[in-house]
T-cell receptor, first 114, second 114 residues
Framework: AQSVTQLDSHVSVSEGTPVLLRCNYS??????LFWYVQHPNKGLQLLLK??????LVKGINGFEAEFKKSETSFHLTKPSAHMSDAAEYFC????????????FGAGTRLAVHP | DAGITQSPRHKVTETGTPVTLRCHQT?????MYWYRQDPGHGLRLIHY???????DKGEVSDGYSVSRSKTEDFLLTLESATSSQTSVYFC?????????????FGPGTRLTVL
């Protein structure tokens, strides 16, 4: 069965410093992996997705993630945080079954300080 | 936003009353999903649909039923609401992009059961 573990429930950074949000997954086959972002009182927006075409995936707003099969990780990074990046981030794995059911991590809340 | 709307956006109800939430999509997607979001749990799948009148249970389906009588509408019903069903409910569709299925989410419905 697939599962996702987000290693930090809260991350706090200063504006202009790098962001690292950590995610480990468990899957019995090659997974599809996603990062979604949720700003306060908003819906979920797709940041980026891994589909086996390339291990380094670039997303919107300067975010990227690297798929490392040997480490079963899919960490999200950004070189320089902006105040508008403050939000909750979800790492998600798809079961790649016929119904594309998703399994969500518990989320990481990112705070960005001036 | 993948043309997904949810109604109502906010609802307060009392324990024991029936509640129906509606998800409407405008792009003729086959797959639709209902999730609930609770702190510390990310999103969890309640029910999903893979076509008109074709539905199945997700991870947390107890106390919920669904119906899909036409492609564009997916209804979630709480037959007798309980306080444990206080949550934010998200509807999603799945869209095929290249070799990947990606889910896009509606704006959410905040339900409070008193």
């Amino acid at each position: 069965a697939q599962s996702v573990t987000q290693l930090d429930s809260h991350v706090s950074v200063s504006e202009g410093t790098p962001v690292l949000l950590r995610c480990n997954y468990s899957s019995s086959y090659s997974p599809s992996l996603f990062w979604y972002v949720q700003h306060p009182n908003k819906g979920l927006q797709l940041l980026l997705k891994y589909t086996s075409a390339a291990t380094l995936v670039k997303g919107i707003n300067g975010f990227e993630a690297e798929f490392k099969k040997s480490e079963t990780s899919f960490h999200l990074t950004k070189p320089s945080a902006h105040m508008s990046d403050a939000a909750e981030y979800f790492c998600v794995v798809s079961d790649r079954g016929g119904y594309n059911k998703l399994i969500f991590g518990a989320g990481t809340r990112l705070a960005v300080h001036p | 936003d993948a043309g997904i709307t949810q109604s109502p956006r906010h609802k307060v109800t009392e324990t024991g009353t029936p509640v129906t939430l509606r998800c409407h999509q405008t792009e003729n997607h086959r797959y639709m999903y209902w999730y609930r979001q609770d702190p510390g749990h990310g999103l969890r799948l309640i029910h999903y649909s893979y076509g008109v009148k074709d539905t199945d249970k997700g991870e947390v389906s107890d106390g919920y039923s669904v119906s899909r009588s036409k492609t564009e509408d997916f209804l979630l019903t709480l037959e007798s609401a309980t306080s444990s069903q206080t949550s934010v409910y998200f509807c999603a569709i799945s869209a095929r992009q290249g070799d990947t299925d990606t889910q896009y989410f509606g704006p959410g419905t905040r339900l409070t059961v008193l």
